[in-house]
C-alpha cells in the first residue's frame, strides 16, 4: 500500500502541465545527433565516416532497387521475413506499477509488435491521413517482427523481461554512451541477447535527458572505435512501450496539448535508425540545400530545414506544408505539392502525425535485411520466435512469475514463484566460470518461496538456476 500511495504521489507530482513543456518541441526526442556527437567527439574520423554512411544510402536505395527488379524479371519470388524482438524492461517499482505489472507489459510489448507489423507493411489505418501527393511514397518495406519465443539458453521465454531496478536514479545515464548501463548484468542491466539473432529492446527510463524517447546503436556506429557490438540495439523511454489500450494507460505527452507518445511510433522511429535510415531534415543543422544542407541523403523525401513537430494541420492541397528550405531562387526543392515529410516516421511529428515511409527508405531497409546486407543474420532464426520444443507454454507461465530479487543484492537473494505452474526441485547458484558454488534441494518443502544467503560469497555475477521439473530457469544476478 505504501508503494501504491506513493506512486499516486509521483503521478500527481509529474503533472502533465509540466510535461507538456518538457517535451513540446524537445531538440533531444531522439537520442541520434547526441550520439553523432559523442563518435566525433571520440574520435574526429567519425565526422567523415558518418557523412560517407550519408552519402552511400542513395547508391544502397538504387542498388537494392535495380537487384530486386533482376529478381523479379528471373521469376524469383521473395518472402517476408521476420526477426524476433526481445524487450528487457528495466523500471523502478512504481514505473512497474505504473505500466500495468507484468501483464500491462505483456500487453503493451503485444501491441507494439502489431504497430511494427503494420507500419512495416503498410497496414497502419491512419495511412488514410496520407495526402494525395505523397500516396505514390507511401512504401511497404516488407518486413515482420515477432516477440522472441525461445531464449539464447534454448529455452522458452515470454519475448520480455522485467527487473525492477533501484528507486534512485531511478533509470539509467547517459545518452551519449547509449545508456550502456542498462545493456550490461554487471551494471544492473539485462545483457544483449545475440544481436546478430535478436533485435534487442531495452525500455528504460532516461535520466540524464529530459524527454528523451529514444535511441539506437545502429551496427554503422560500432565500427572500429565506435559502440560496442554487443550494445547494438534500441533503447526506449519505458512510458513509449505499446499502443494506448485505454484512456488510464500512461503515457508520455506529445509535444501537442492532448496528443500522447501512445501509438507505438517510437520503437517505428527507432528501428529505421536500427536498418540506418537518417532523421528526415539530416541532422544537418537546419540547412538547405544551397547552403551545403544534405538531409537524409534519400532523394524521394524532400528537403528539410529541421525536425517538425506537433501534429501540424497540412495547408497545401494534396500535400503537407512548406518549410524555409522550399526555394533557392526558382528551384523548388520540396516540389509544389508535397512540401515537407513531416508525416513521416523519421520525423519528429506527434506519433497520430506519422503515418508512412517512403520508397526510398523502404529500399535502404530492405537491403540491410537482405542477403549480403548488415542485418541478414536477424532473418535467419525463424525457430526463435517458437517456443523451445524443450519447453512447453506452462513453462513460459512459470517464466514470468519467478521472481528473483532484489538485484543487485548485498547477499541475500529471495526466489518466489506461482506454485501452480510448476514444482521446484533444487536451486543452484553457478559461479560465471560456469562451477556450481552452492546447490539447495528443495523437494520436499513445497514451498513457493526461497530466501538464500550468498552473502559469504565473493562479490560478482552469478547464474541462479531453479530446477523445475519441467525444465530450468537460469536468471543472472549481480552479488555487491
Ligand atoms: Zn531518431
Known amino acids: 500500500m505504501k508503494k501504491i500511495l506513493f506512486l499516486m504521489t509521483c503521478i500527481l507530482w509529474l503533472s502533465p502541465l509540466s510535461l507538456f513543456s518538457q517535451n513540446a518541441h524537445n531538440p533531444n ?3 541520434m545527433e547526441i550520439m553523432k556527437a559523442a563518435l566525433i567527439a571520440g574520435n574526429p574520423v567519425w565526422a567523415q565516416r558518418i557523412e560517407d554512411q550519408r552519402n552511400s544510402l542513395q547508391g544502397i536505395a538504387d542498388a537494392y532497387q535495380s537487384r530486386k527488379e533482376a529478381e523479379r524479371l528471373a521469376g524469383k519470388t521473395t518472402s517476408v521475413p521476420t526477426i524476433p524482438i526481445i524487450f528487457h524492461v528495466l523500471v523502478t517499482y512504481s514505473q512497474y506499477i505504473q505500466l500495468g505489472g507484468t501483464a500491462g507489459i505483456a500487453q503493451r510489448v503485444d501491441s507494439q509488435i502489431a504497430v511494427l507489423n503494420r507500419d512495416y507493411n503498410a497496414q497502419n489505418a491512419d495511412s488514410v491521413m496520407i495526402p494525395t501527393g505523397w500516396k505514390h511514397l507511401y512504401a511497404n518495406v516488407g518486413i515482420q517482427f515477432g516477440l522472441a519465443h525461445t531464449n539464447p539458453y534454448g529455452t522458452g521465454t515470454p519475448g520480455y523481461e522485467i527487473s525492477i531496478i533501484p528507486d534512485a536514479p531511478g533509470g539509467f545515464s547517459s545518452a551519449s554512451n547509449s545508456y550502456s548501463n542498462a545493456k550490461h548484468s554487471s551494471t544492473g542491466g539485462f545483457d544483449a541477447w545475440d544481436v546478430t539473432k535478436y533485435i534487442n529492446v531495452w525500455c528504460i527510463n532516461p535520466v540524464d535527458v529530459s524527454g528523451l524517447l529514444g535511441l539506437t546503436v545502429a551496427r554503422s556506429f560500432t565500427a572500429s572505435g565506435g559502440y560496442p557490438t554487443n550494445e547494438i540495439g534500441i533503447c ?6 505499446g499502443k494506448r489500450a485505454s484512456a488510464s494507460d500512461y503515457y508520455i505527452p506529445g509535444a501537442t496539448t492532448g496528443d500522447y507518445y501512445d501509438q507505438g511510433r517510437t520503437l517505428t522511429h527507432e528501428l529505421g535508425h536500427l536498418f540506418e535510415i537518417w532523421h528526415t531534415w539530416g541532422d544537418d543543422g537546419g540547412l538547405c540545400p544551397w547552403d551545403g544542407g544534405k538531409d537524409d541523403g534519400i532523394q524521394d523525401t524532400p528537403p528539410e530545414s529541421g525536425a517538425k513537430f506537433d501534429n501540424t494541420p497540412y495547408t497545401i492541397s494534396g500535400g503537407t506544408y512548406y518549410d524555409t528550405c522550399r526555394y533557392d ?17 523519421m520525423n519528429y511529428t ?7 515511409f517512403t520508397k526510398g527508405q523502404a529500399l535502404i531497409m530492405d537491403a540491410m535485411v537482405a542477403s549480403g546486407g548488415e542485418s541478414y543474420s536477424l532473418t535467419q532464426n525463424p525457430g526463435l520466435l ?5 519447453t512447453s507454454v506452462p513453462q513460459v507461465d512459470l517464466d514470468k512469475s519467478l521472481n528473483i530479487s532484489p538485484n543487485p543484492s548485498n547477499g541475500l537473494v529471495n526466489i518466489s514463484f506461482d506454485s501452480n505452474e510448476g514444482v521446484l526441485n533444487s536451486i543452484s547458484i553457478v559461479n560465471i566460470l560456469g562451477q556450481e558454488v552452492m546447490n539447495k534441494d528443495t523437494r520436499n ?18 547464474l541462479v538456476k531453479c530446477n523445475f521439473v519441467s525444465g530450468s530457469i537460469t536468471r543472472k544476478i549481480l552479488l555487491q
Open 386 to 390: 517458437l517456443y523451445s520444443s524443450r
Open 329 to 345: 531562387g526558382t528551384i523548388d526543392t520540396q516540389l509544389t505539392l508535397l512540401g515537407v515529410p513531416c508525416l513521416d516516421y
Open 350 to 356: 506527434d506519433d497520430i502525425g506519422m503515418h508512412m
Open 236 to 241: 526506449i523511454n519505458y512510458a513509449t512501450l
Open 445 to 462: 518443502s513445497a514451498s513457493d518461496y526461497y530466501s538464500i544467503d550468498l552473502s559469504g560469497m565473493s562479490k560478482g555475477i552469478y
Open 29 to 31: 526526442k531522439c537520442g
